[in-house]
């Protein structure tokens, strides 16, 4: 079988002009906005939203590249889609699409295609294609979605290897089909209009409908069955009009713990009400008791959509919210599209509205270049970072007051040159305070963020990582902590590194020290032991380092206590080098600049077992998290008085 020969343009069904040349060095994406319903009219056709990485294709001379969505090269790292894409029957061609690893269902998973890269064990990646750009010297660019994707098809019908394969679109409509990719566990639909020629960048003519939408609703009453005197069957929610008057939403089911539940309807008793908050209560059922609340709960769900009358559809529980006013709590909608351009929203919503030239407030800042996307492995904008900051300040400062910091900042994005910054330098950085300079003499000043707006302005300057000092302002030479950082044998299964930080906890409960974990965000895991800052940098570091070789003399074909990838091999490496003074440690709830953008996350050592991965709190996942939590992973950690005695000293084999 031969391969499609540019003398022969009758394949192009509305050919476009000659290009003078091979195909483009590189051409950027089109992207789909976020609409909060299916567009109407029009000659729209419907693919699975895949959850996966775009990657574009550009074949010149029969030999394949591969990109990423920011242009980097990525054929490397996945020989077996290069070994595909140079078989098809073209001499060059320009293909945009998705790599997914399918699940033993055949749902793309996207945690097993992060360890696909993580392990550099790539042969399980397929690609799905879903349009042409470019094909035998004609760009295609300027013909309508329909002719592209026809012309793709005939091309992927020649094609036998599973490595690739078409995006069928779907006849179904829409809602159907965003319903059927629920049911699924898909992420949603894409939607394309296929009367449009492909345009680089974010257009309204490619649209994404997601199958969850999510926010807070005010909890009107609840119901149980009826005649019964405990438990809860589901709650009334509802969302405040423009008049203040509360309209009921729709219902849901809680599937309370039987200590949540005590502490719901404890709650609830307290709020009781004789008569509906709504001015439109549901009508009522037989087999249910209907008990009224004055509206102050708050609760957040996800749902897969609005009905016409206003309820939502096929909802899910979260987590009592406890931070918002629940006068505040309105119906959340999506920007929608119309001429091509989202509408303003009008002053009274919750959303961000975009300033000139795409910048928008945050806190009170102005956020430039807020699409700028800073992990292209999984498409993470600085408005998500940003807003993630702002979200998470309650829980993050305490764990930041006053500590200088070490700053890793990413102005091109994860995968571009990172910068590590601990002094203002030229740039000013709003809410940053900066100590006194005699706290660290012959150097220029330590800085802080003690404030939301810190937080807030660091994300804005492109700051990803927040590293720590393990000591607080304005004693510096006393260190309030030690840290212990699990580092592993990449090679070692996630297993060996919760056996090594159960072992750990064990030696320092022992000798009689209490600690706390975290995940790193990366690889493993952060153990923290509080001190009452009595001994200085040297006897702790020391007093760390002594536990660290404990550890590996006590356990030495788990453990090392020497740097360096050799001396890990097969082992975990306790590295105590992070208690020198001016030494930081990635700080608790901060972002990691690394392919997933992780979070260090604190949790209870009653948690250790279900913890999966030194990354598995993403940022969203993080701030769901803090939000549901009822107590303190970390409960006693401020309160917690102790310090290294020479008993301890002994017990690890110091002199």
Known sequence: MGRWSRANPARVAARADQSEGGPPALIQP??????DRPPKGGDWSYEIKFDGYRVMTRIEGGVATIFTRNGHDWTERMPRLADACNALQVDDAWLDGEAVVLDSSGQPDFNALQNAFDRRSTAEIVMFVFDLLWLNGTDLREQPLRTRRALLRELMAQHTSDAIRFSEDFPQDPVSLVASACKMKLEGIIGKRGDAP????????????????RQEFVVGGFTRARGARSGVHSLLLGVHEKD??????GGVRPYFSSRAATAFVARANAVRSDSAPFYNPPKPEKERDYLWLKPSIVVECSFLEWTPGGEVRHSVFHAVRDDKPAATVTEEAMVPIEGGEPVEVDAGSTREVPGPKGSLKIAGLR????????????????????????????????HLHNRPLALVRAPDGIQGELFFQKHSERASIPGIEELPAELHPRHPPLLVANTPEALVGLAQMSVVELHTWNAVAPDLERPDRIIFDLDPDPALPWTAMLEAAELLKVVLDEIGLRSFPKTSGGKGFHIVVPLTRRQGWNETKAFAHAVARHMAKVVPQRFSAVLGPKNRVGKIFIDYLRNSRGASTVAAFSVRARSGMGVSMPFSWDELKQVTRGDEWTMRKAVERQRSLRADPWHGYWQTRQGVTATMRRAVGMD
């Open 367 to 398: 956020i430039t270049n807020a699409q700028r996307v800073m992990d292209e492995v999984t498409g993470h904008t600085k408005r998500e970072l940003v807003e993630y900051y702002a979200a998470i300040a309650e829980w993050a400062l305490p």
């Open 198 to 213: 492909y345009r680089s960048g974010r257009s309204a003519t490619w649209v994404k409908i997601k199958c969850y939408l």
């Open 30 to 35: 089109q992207l789909a906005t976020l609409v």
């Open 244 to 249: 203040g008057s509360l309209r009921y939403a």
